[in-house]
Structures are given as structure tokens and as C-alpha cells.
């Protein structure tokens, strides 16, 4: 799959899902309106009257390019708290109302999204259905959306991640952030929302270039090559990006401190390490875009990519004038590191380790079991005590049932150990000469066995027969059988 561009209307139902549970969801009055009003006029008088809504917002970051039409659907009640987005996928096609997934589909429906009510943290979305909570910001609803109607995946730090988690994009893109800001440069290409002529080339080993450098934000289109709203450095992937960031609008501004805007002006660089941006798997557990400028370059400020210098020479009315040049330096190395032992560990500590020491962790198998207790490591790709590259993959894989030992072993807290080899016993002679019951019971015991007495006990008892039978070899802590019978002398 790749990313799908958003160009033109897109049809999209939002279905508002009410939880009859204990204690049940708190109904806004005229609920179906107030989504609607939040899709396509949400104006903040707070906010000196803008339109925050997800309508204003795709026109105005796709320079008119795309628009959403709303559907919002009948409430539906659940009798259940947890509600996954596609609730309602496999609903009677032929029902009234029916939110079958073909059947929305086949009305032109791109995709649907269930509005829930409760708290943040509901946002997610599989395949054509999205699901959101009214407490959620318009960004978080416009990021889910993202999700299924373009395919973009996410942008935001991830927990395997081996670059610092700073080094996100962060507020400059909405598949980062979920929230109202302008998307990079980057994602505006892949929604067909900048055209690529709008995207400056540098090919790394080439001479000095000089960009005027538009804001990502800028209705003011460029006017010759020499003007652009992106500079793409390198032809093949990974490659830098650097774009101009402005508040030009108040989406770029931010309203308040759930409405971020961006969080700084100026020129940003980043790398990306990405063909498709559809595409949730992060090679070697790195970023798949990585912000290179923690805070954006000024004029008379620079930046080197790898042995490419990027310099902010000045700012104009149309944005920042840039020089892109190569220097003759070469790019460090990589390093190895010791691969850490984490069989037997539960998969959250052993991924962490593996982070710590700049492996990349794919995980195989369960996360956790019907208890909620963390599953064990039962495997790993490459062994402990291995020297690997930084950055190298290595697959662990998890079971909710016990590691099986090897021969020899077994297992201790969750980790194999070697079998400790107790010698057997030999079973002592109780019967020849006769012992008394009581005598014959302290010399098995002193053996290490145990002793089962039947018969008499008097004293005119004496064992008469044993088994196993004297001399025979037998675990530690087995029974050895004695029956007593009366001999009178």
C-alpha cells in the first residue's frame, strides 16, 4: 500500500456512540449538531473568532486542495464500555441506517468514525474505521482520519525507538503531533498538496545553490525554480529535508495550550528514512522522519547534514533566503555493541535493555496474557554475548506459556538452569539380622529415605521384609516398605 492523496471532497460518516454502562456517558445536549458544528465551523470566540474546524483546516493547509463532507449519523447505544472502531463493520447491509462497511463504501463513503464519550486516549483506527472521544482535540481527530483515508502512519516517538524521543517531528507535523499545525513539507508532497515543483533539489557532491525558501504556511506560490516551499537534499532514501516554518496562520500559532502551534520559527532540517510513508515498520527501530534542528535555524545560522551545509543566509517578506553547498568531510562510522542475554526476561524490561544498547527489537508473539502478567522471552534471533552493528534488528520472541528447557535443565523464575545431579541411595538392610520396628525406621531414614512401617510394634517386633529390597540403588527421599511380624525367642 501506498499513501493515498486527499484531493478533493471526501465523504466521511460520524457516527456518535452512546454507552449505557455504569455510570453511564454524559450526553451533550444536541450532540449530532455539535460534531457537525466541530467538522465544519468550529469558530473559538476565545480565540479572537477563528474557524478551528477540520473543514478550515484542510483548506487552508491544502491550499483549497481538500474538503470533507460529514455525514453524522444516528446515535447508537452500547451496553459495553470498550467499543472497537469497526463496532458496526459487519451490520445487516440491508438494515435502515445500517453502517455496514460495504454498504458505506458503495455510498461513496471513504471512511467512518465512531465519536465516543469519556475521556482522552480513545483516538485510533483500523482500515476504513476510525474511532475518537469528544474530550480529543480537532487534531487527534483530523490525525485518525489521516490514518484512514490516506494511510499515513505515525510520526510520534515510538518506545523501541533508538533516537532520543526529541528528536520526533513533533508539533511541525500532524502525523506527530495530533495537533492543528501545518504537516511537514514531506507529508504536504505525499497528499499531492505541494506539487513536486514545488520541492528545490540538491544533489549532494554538486556546488553551491541558493533557495528562496517559502513558508510551509504561505499562500504565496513560488514564482521561478529558484523559489520553493521544500529542499530536498540527496536523490536516494535516507535524505534531509529543510523547510521554512512561520506562524502564518493561527493553526501555525496555536489558540491555547491543548492547540499547540508550532513551537518555534524559523528554518527546520530533517532526515528521512522512509520510501512510503504508509508504512508503520521503522527500519532498525530508527525514525522514520528524524528532526535534525531541535530549535529552527535564524539567518546567519547553519547546519551540517552530514557534509552537507545548510545556511540561513537571510529573511525576506517571501521567507529565508538558503545556501546549500558540500564540504569535503567524511561521515563517522557506526560502531558495534554487545548483544545483551534477555531470554527469560518479560518482553517490556528485555525490549528497554535492547534499546539501552542501540539494538532494534521486533517482538514475535503474545504481549501479555488473559491475566495482564507480562509474557517471557523465549528466544532471540541472535544469542547474548554476540557483537552486533548499532542499529542492528534482532527478533525476540514471546510465549504466555513456560520456556521448554533443554535437556539437563529446568526452569527457575522463569529461567533455565542446569539440573543439579543428586547421587542415588542404597537401600540398607533392615531384615538380616532382624531389626526391631523402630531401629529399622531410624536407619532408613538416616539413609535419606523414608520409611512405611506395617505389622507390629511390640517388643517382640521385628521386620521380617523390605522393598525394595536391601542394596537396591533409589532416589533420595524414596519409601522403603518394612512389615513387622511377633517372634517370640
Known amino acids: 500500500m501506498t499513501t493515498i492523496p486527499w484531493v478533493g471532497t471526501k465523504k466521511i460518516a460520524f457516527v456518535p456512540v452512546f454507552r449505557d454502562i455504569t455510570p453511564p456517558d454524559v450526553m451533550p445536549p444536541d450532540w449530532k449538531n455539535v460534531i457537525l458544528r466541530r467538522v465544519i465551523n468550529d469558530i473559538r470566540p476565545q480565540a479572537g473568532g477563528v474557524d478551528r474546524s477540520l473543514r478550515a483546516w484542510l483548506q487552508r493547509v491544502s491550499f483549497g486542495r481538500a474538503d470533507i463532507e460529514p455525514d453524522v449519523r444516528e446515535i447508537r447505544t452500547v451496553t459495553q464500555e470498550a467499543v472497537a472502531p469497526g463496532h458496526f ?11 455496514n462497511e460495504q ?9 467512518a468514525i465512531l465519536i465516543m464519550l469519556g475521556t482522552t486516549g480513545t483516538g485510533t483506527t483500523n482500515g476504513f474505521w476510525s474511532r475518537v472521544a469528544m474530550a480529543e482535540g480537532n487534531g487527534t481527530w483530523l490525525h485518525e482520519i489521516f ?7 505515525d510520526l510520534y516517538h515510538f518506545n523501541n525507538d533508538l533516537d532520543p524521543a526529541e528528536r520526533a517531528i513533533g508539533l511541525f507535523d500532524i502525523m506527530s503531533a495530533s495537533q492543528q499545525s501545518h504537516p511537514t513539507s514531506f507529508t504536504k508532497n505525499h497528499l499531492h498538496w505541494l506539487d513536486d515543483s514545488s ?19 504561505s499562500l504565496e506560490a513560488p514564482t521561478h525554480s529558484g523559489e520553493v516551499h521544500g529542499i530536498r537534499i540527496g536523490d536516494d532514501v535516507p535524505y534531509f529535508m529543510v523547510e521554512a516554518r512561520q506562524k502564518t496562520d493561527h493553526f501555525e ?48 545560522q547553519s547546519i551540517l547534514l552530514d557534509n552537507v551545509n545548510v545556511r540561513v543566509v537571510q529573511q525576506i517578506p517571501k521567507g529565508y ?28 524490561a528485555a525490549e528497554r535493555l ?68 543428586v547421587p542415588p541411595v542404597t537401600v540398607p538392610n533392615v531384615t538380616f539380622p532382624a531389626l526391631h520396628p523402630t531401629i529399622a525406621k531410624i536407619r532408613i531414614e538416616n539413609a535419606g529415605l523414608k520409611a512405611h512401617m506395617v505389622g507390629c510394634s511390640h517388643a517382640n517386633c521385628f521386620v521380617t ?25
Open 253 to 300: 500559532a496555536g489558540i491555547s495550550i491543548a492547540e499547540m502551534g508550532i513551537p518555534s520559527e524559523g528554518v527546520i532540517a530533517y532526515r528521512v528514512r522512509t520510501r512510503d510513508p504508509s508504512v508503520q515498520k521503522r527500519e532498525n527501530c530508527r525514525k522514520s522522519i528524524y528532526l535534525e534542528t531541535l530549535t529552527a535555524l535564524q539567518p546567519d
Open 199 to 217: 520541492i528545490g533539489r540538491y544533489t549532494i557532491g554538486s556546488g553551491l545553490r541558493g533557495f528562496i525558501l517559502h513558508p510551509v504556511g
Open 147 to 153: 490514518h484512514a483515508i490516506t494511510g499515513l502512519q
Open 465 to 489: 521384609t523390605q522393598d525394595p529390597e536391601a542394596g537396591t540403588l533409589v532416589l533420595k527421599d524414596s519409601t522403603v516398605t518394612c512389615t513387622s511380624e511377633d517372634i517370640t525367642l
Open 103 to 111: 454498504r458505506l463504501k458503495d455510498e461513496g463513503f471513504s471512511s
Open 354 to 421: 535492547m534499546v539501552q544498547q542501540g539494538l532494534c527489537t521486533r517482538m514475535s508473539g503474545p504481549g501479555k496474557d488473559t491475566t495482564g502478567i507480562n509474557t517471557k522471552i523465549q528466544s532471540q534471533s541472535v544469542p547474548g554475548g554476540a557483537l552486533a552493528l548499532f542499529g542492528t534488528e534482532i527478533t525476540l520472541a514471546r510465549s504466555s506459556s513456560p520456556p521448554q528447557c533443554p535437556p539437563g535443565q529446568h526452569l527457575e523464575n522463569g529461567v533455565c538452569v542446569p539440573d543439579v545431579i
Open 321 to 348: 533566503i538558503v545556501h546549500v553547498t558540500t564540504e569535503p568531510i567524511t561521515v563517522p562510522g557506526i560502531g558495534q555493541v554487545l548483544v545483551p542475554n534477555v531470554v527469560g526476561m518479560d518482553w517490556e
Open 89 to 99: 463493520a459487519n451490520e445487516d447491509p440491508n438494515q435502515q441506517g445500517s453502517l
